[in-house]
């Protein structure tokens, strides 16, 4: 892999800016000296600096912010994938290298391409991938962010309630991970890799909440709740049927087989990934 950089390159133009790992890639960007367009849907924002309007589902606003941009970091948070096969065309009509966030349950089939349940996001592959674009796609496991779902039991009642406290299941850090698409958006060597994202450890549910716990300085612990009744509490929060149990099933099989961890973030940055311990001192005061 070389390290030939695309400074001096028109600018990278950065989907969900002000999202998770968004705004992380848009702070490492610039603290790197790269100039940065940055995606948002809000009048008022797209009044700032740096900022410029427009929305996936509006091809002619993403044909516009990616005029003369050299390269873009694409998330895509819709449920399906309808409007995908135009947003992508719109945007490789003028980068010439595209740095998806896609998932860790995607999944390579010889003969037949990616998949991934649920998710749009191994469809969303295929389109880049087929658009005539250099692309490099990120997998990451969870991200260390999810665990703010718990943070209203933590400050309530130093307590989280739910399904599987034993699965072990990986966190990557946003950061490790935005560190990540930097290298991609802004170094050659990464072409058509499909990067698989993990953090340095799969602690289990239980451990995590007890980690976030010794962070904030309160006795957090988990509780554990039939699958029935788990199941229950995710349907009444609009969750998909389908979604819900493949969930469940995924976790449970986490339960003594914990998620795989990966070398990539290391390989790719040269510092090891932050650990959820690092992400829950650095987080504390949004627990409490």
Request: proline fraction near 7%; avoid cysteine; charge should be negative.
């Amino acid at each position: 892999m070389t390290q030939e950089r695309i400074d001096g390159a028109p600018e990278i133009l950065v989907v969900g800016a002000t999202g998770t790992v968004g705004r992380h890639v848009t702070l490492q960007l610039l603290a790197s000296g790269v100039r940065v367009r940055a995606l948002t849907r809000h009048p008022d924002l797209a009044r700032q600096p740096r900022y410029v309007q427009g929305d996936l589902l509006d091809p002619d606003s993403l044909e516009a912010a990616a005029t003369g941009a050299g390269a873009a970091f694409l998330i895509w948070p819709h449920p399906t994938a309808d409007g995908a096969a135009a947003a992508v065309s719109a945007m490789a009509r003028h980068v010439r290298r595209m740095v998806f966030l896609s998932s860790a349950a995607v999944r390579d089939v010889p003969g037949r391409g990616p998949e991934s349940p649920g998710r749009p996001d191994a469809a969303i592959e295929a389109l880049i991938a087929g658009s005539g674009v250099r692309y490099t796609f990120l997998r990451p496991h969870g991200f260390t962010a999810n665990t703010l779902r718990w943070a209203e039991e933590i400050r309530t009642d130093a307590a989280v309630r739910g399904f599987g406290g034993g699965a072990g299941l990986n966190l990557v850090d946003e950061r490790d991970i935005a560190a990540v698409a930097v290298r991609a958006l802004t170094e050659d060597g990464h072409e058509g890799a499909r990067y698989v994202l993990t953090g340095p450890e799969s602690p289990s549910q239980e451990e995590q909440v007890r980690i976030i716990g010794e962070a904030v300085g309160l006795p957090a612990r988990w509780e554990e709740l039939p699958r029935d009744t788990a199941r229950l509490r995710m349907l009444t929060a609009g969750w998909p049927p389908t979604v819900v149990d493949r969930a469940l099933d995924f976790i449970h099989a986490r339960v003594g087989d914990p998620e795989p961890v990966t070398s990539t973030v290391e390989d790719i940055t040269g510092r090891p990934p932050r650990s959820l311990r690092s992400w829950a001192a650095d987080h504390a005061a949004l627990f409490r």
